[in-house]
């Protein structure tokens, strides 16, 4: 009996290969505020202009005929006004509107407005929102994108600046064209020996910190866009004292801009969220339990991580989840498409631990690194085709071909390999094709041969598909999670919980699910792509995400949160189908049958956006978020008195995180009233409620930008299962 592959290879290797070209957005390499300006591109202003003057045509429609967005900025001694952060965000809304940008300067901040009312140019960028001290109607601007301060940097250990007085008897360096230079210079008349240096326009900020390392500078005031990014990973000097209030960032716009200023909120709104997703931190074990999140660098596979039915599986995610749990820590997963990549992202501090089926004795040794004690074994397992011939050991690999996927934990041992005289060559599989993709290759005879542990190996399935094991390429090897070597409290708590949970119940039921059984859990789909679908009602949620500008992955982890994407799911207080609608909300908004999917998508939503429309525009964009979620939970009313009470408190009560959130706690916690207990509201659900969504939304958001998620167990009867005999 053979397999009949022909008759389906165009559809599998549709399958296979479906989006794996992605456009890629360059980025600014500097991080200055004042980076060098690229010379300006020939323009015909003349066209720029008529073409606002078409009535046929509004200004987005202008823009999108031209072909190209024009960003007025200011340049002085040709240093550009504009920070890493604000062109990535720019550059990226250029380009999912297929735009280029063309930059036009202007000599000093007064004439921006002029510029723009002339149209020669479409926005304002590197400014905040009060930027101009007219209040011309003229003048509009987005939404916030980002709030910026200047705070002052030091070396660590080098005294404590909480307040001006702090300032006796230091020097700080700054930039003359800084707004806080005229306050600084009266400062050196009150303050006993208060020195105030000015620095060169031409020092670019990286200049800036190298000096204060060298102790060159005492202090430096570096606006907080460019610490932002800088700080996290150079951990020898610290920020401190801030010099004014945030600035609220936003791009200025023609007040007749209507559409243009409608499509980048809406891109604000939907993707500015997701630039928070990649934080950067270096923290041991301590600094992750005071912050609450364990992030978690590894692949999707269906043995690492991977999606079904809104719900996240996998045994590496199960197991690091229990000691998250056990911890009370929330698991924030990062996805990386390589090896190479999850070591990088380690390294870089956007990730605290690797899980990955590490063989850690067959990878190169990094000092930067440490491994955790053992909790699986496997044998590297050479596999090709049923049909070929045996292959008894590594000399009958000469002339032979090995194809690894990216994420495949065997490159360094089969390089090793080579370099001790095995003949064979050694290749990457296909952007994008993992390691069902890779045996899916394999049984095509598209690639020769394979290796792959031998837990990943599942008879009954490879049986099917037409490869088998050929021999174990060595002895079993311990796999290991990774993290920083400079995170020894980390380490400890892992290897506590490691050698406590190996071999116990709860790691046998699950090693058990994961390895012992004929076949994987079903995976919602096998492409080698992105994640095709989040839930049953991806259609809808997009639709209606898209007209009310929300990021449809954050409204389908709301929907998860609510009810598990079962739009029959009622509560104990009324509230009933996929949105969790309560009858008084539902009356407000129309609806009738809370129970219809598209009905509850469509007014959760307008509800969503109706909280939304409460919060100041002003607020950055995550936060607002948060504060809209947090009010579908627990009602608009109980969050605005949490933001007063955020400010009683002395937090900031436009932070939802770390601020606002402990405001609700408070509200939560019981009094004694009349001799009865009472309490303000149940608030300490709303908590749990936004960081629970939060997770979820920036897990959603990495499943679906992966290029990775791969299975082929999902059906039995997929397309190479079909079988003929000869």
């Not at 806080?180 to 900020?205: A, D, H, K, R």
């Not at 046998?508 to 994961?514: D, E, F, G, L, T």
């Amino acid at each position: 009996m053979t397999i009949n592959l022909h008759t389906h290879w165009l559809s599998l290797i549709g399958l296979l290969f479906c989006g794996l070209l992605l456009s890629s957005v360059s980025l600014a390499e500097s991080g200055n505020e004042n980076a060098i300006c690229q010379q300006p591109e020939a323009d015909n202003d003349e066209l720029s202009r008529s073409l606002y003057q078409l009535e046929t045509l509004d200004e987005f429609d202008a823009i999108i005929k031209r072909g190209y967005l024009r960003a007025l900025l200011v340049r002085h001694n040709n240093h550009c006004q504009i920070n890493v952060t604000e062109r990535r965000l720019l550059e990226e809304f250029s380009a999912s509107q297929q735009l280029s940008i063309k930059w036009h300067y202007v000599d000093q901040e007064w004439d921006l407005l002029p510029a723009l009312l002339r149209n020669d140019g479409d926005l304002i960028v590197g400014q905040h929102n009060e930027f101009s001290p007219s209040s011309d109607s003229k003048l509009t601007y987005s939404s916030t994108w980002a709030n910026a301060s200047f705070q002052i940097v030091q070396r660590v250990g080098n005294g404590t600046i909480n307040k001006f007085e702090d300032l006796a008897g230091r020097q700080l360096a700054a930039y003359r064209n800084t707004p806080q230079w005229n306050t600084l210079e009266m400062l050196t008349e009150t303050i006993p020996g208060f020195v105030l240096q000015e620095i060169s326009t031409e020092t670019s900020y990286e200049v800036i910190m190298q000096r204060v390392l060298a102790s060159e500078y005492d202090l430096a005031l570096v606006d907080s866009l460019f610490l932002d990014d800088y700080l996290p990973q150079n951990r020898e000097l610290v920020a401190g004292f801030t010099i004014e209030k945030p600035r609220s960032m936003a791009w200025g716009l023609q007040a007749k801009a209507i559409k243009l200023k409608e499509i980048l909120n809406q891109y604000l709104t939907q993707q500015h969220i997701t630039h928070q997703v990649s934080t950067i931190a270096f923290d041991d074990f301590s600094e992750i339990k005071r912050r609450g999140i364990l992030r978690v660098i590894t692949s999707t596979n269906p043995l690492h991580y991977y999606l079904k039915n809104g719900k996240l599986y996998g045994f590496e995610y199960e197991l690091i989840m229990e000691f998250a749990k056990q911890h009370r820590l929330r698991v924030d997963v990062i996805v990386a498409k390589t090896q190479a990549e999850m070591f990088k992202l380690l390294r870089e501090g956007k990730g605290d631990i690797i899980a990955a089926s590490l063989p850690s004795d067959l990878l190169e040794q990094d000092a930067r690194l440490v491994f955790s004690s053992p909790y699986s074994y496997a044998n590297p397992v050479l596999i090709g085709r049923d049909n070929d011939e045996a292959i008894l050991d590594v000399r009958e690999l000469d002339g032979r071909r090995v194809s690894l996927p990216a994420d495949s934990p065997y490159w360094d041992f089969m390089l090793t390999l080579q370099e001790q005289g095995a003949g064979f060559e050694l290749v990457r599989a296909e952007t994008g094709i993992n390691m069902e993709g890779t045996l899916l290759m394999v049984a095509l005879g598209m690639y020769d041969l394979t290796v792959i542990g031998h837990h990943q190996y599942k008879p009954v399935f490879s049986e099917n598909i037409g490869v088998t094991s050929k021999f174990n390429l060595a002895e079993p090897v311990a796999h290991r999670w990774a993290m920083r070597s400079d995170n020894p409290l980390l380490l400890r708590a892992i290897n506590h919980y490691v050698e406590n949970t190996y071999r116990s119940e709860f790691y046998n039921i699950v090693h058990a699910q994961y390895f012992e059984h004929e076949q994987l859990p079903d995976v919602d789909n096998y492409t080698t792509s992105r994640v095709a679908s989040l839930s049953p009602y991806d259609n809808k949620i997009q639709q209606y995400a898209y007209q009310y500008g929300f990021d449809w992955r954050l409204i389908t982890a709301l929907m998860f949160q609510e009810s598990q994407f079962d739009p029959k799911a009622e509560s104990e207080v009324g509230a009933e189908g996929l949105m969790q609608l309560i009858p008084t909300t539902a009356e407000l908004l129309g609806v009738e049958n809370t129970q219809h999917p598209e009905t509850s998508i469509n007014a959760g939503i307008r509800y969503l956006d109706f909280l939304r429309s409460k919060f100041d525009e002003n607020l950055l964009q995550e936060d607002r978020m948060w504060f809209s979620l947090a009010s579908y939970n627990a009602g608009y009313g109980h969050v605005k008195r949490a933001r007063k009470l955020t400010e009683e408190m002395g937090l900031d009560k436009d932070k939802w995180f770390n601020n606002v959130e402990l405001a609700m706690l408070n509200m939560a916690k019981p009094y004694i009233q009349n001799g009865e207990q009472r309490r303000i509201c149940r608030c300490g659900q709303t908590v749990v409620y936004v960081r629970e969504i939060r997770t979820r939304y920036y897990n959603y958001i990495r499943l679906t930008e992966s290029l990775q998620i791969a299975s082929v167990y999902n059906n039995r009867n997929f397309a190479l299962n079909s079988q003929t005999v000869n």
